[in-house]
């Protein structure tokens, strides 16, 4: 079956720095990706759809200098939180549509969770 | 907002029960999906339902859907302690293909 992986799967990091997670396809191209964010017992919010190759297509409330998301090759998407701070901390979920593929089906990544100290 | 909205929100059954899940929407669909996710993990597919579809079986999952009532349901029978885990309902609307969740059910399976 499709695989998504994340990577890290958990950071620490200091506020005012800023944290890159990678997102990849590994055995199928994605021409898009999706980015959520999960707060503990909550559902899982859409922040913004990474596009191959043009710029991400973000939601409503979400600040798009803050989360910069870069979908540079069919396998591979990522997302900057730039200058985190504790309320950035949460756990970021991408996930991932086979190109041109048969099945509608979202495959998700394992997530990475975020904790700005 | 074409957020799937699950009840109950939570559910304590015995192993070997039937669990049954409900999941409404708002708007016209192309397909509805279902994950589980354990606790600190990311999303499982667990199957996913097209519009034109009304029932689909995968396993000990039943999925039903009605979409003049824009609702659907998630049957697991014989259900084990490794089913515990919180279990979302997904729309899947637009060209953009966006999933869209609600809180989800928190089932807990019983030894």
């Known amino acids: 079956g499709a695989v998504v992986s994340q990577h890290p799967s958990r950071v620490i990091c200091k506020s005012g720095t800023s944290v890159k997670i990678e997102c990849r396809s590994l055995?199928?191209?994605?021409?898009?990706m999706f980015w959520y964010r999960q707060f503990p017992k909550q559902s899982l919010m859409l922040m913004a759809t990474?596009?191959?190759?043009?710029?991400?297509?973000?939601e409503q409330g979400v600040e798009k200098d803050k989360f910069l998301i870069n979908h540079a090759s069919l396998t591979l998407s990522t997302l900057t939180v730039t200058s985190a701070h504790p309320e950035d901390s949460s756990f970021y979920i991408c996930?991932?549509?086979?190109?041109?593929?048969?099945?509608?089906?979202?495959?998700f990544g394992p997530g990475t969770r975020l904790t700005v100290l | 907002s074409q957020q799937g909205e699950e009840d109950p929100q939570a559910l304590s059954i015995q192993e070997g029960e039937n669990a049954t899940m409900n999941c409404s929407y708002k708007t016209s669909i192309n397909n509805l999906q279902w994950y589980r996710q354990n606790s600190g993990r990311g999303l499982v597919h667990l199957i996913l339902i097209r519009s034109n579809e009304r029932e689909k079986h995968s396993g000990r999952l039943r999925v039903t859907l009605d979409t003049s009532k824009k609702s659907s349901s998630l049957l697991i029978t014989a259900s084990r302690a490794a089913d515990t885990a919180s279990y979302f309902c997904a729309p899947e609307s637009g060209s953009a293909r966006q999933l869209t969740f609600g809180s989800g059910t928190q089932l807990t399976v019983l030894p």
């Open positions: 055995d199928f191209q994605a021409t898009t």
């Open positions: 990474s596009n191959e190759g043009s710029k991400a297509t973000y």
């Open positions: 996930s991932a549509n086979i190109a041109g593929g048969a099945t509608d089906t979202q495959y």
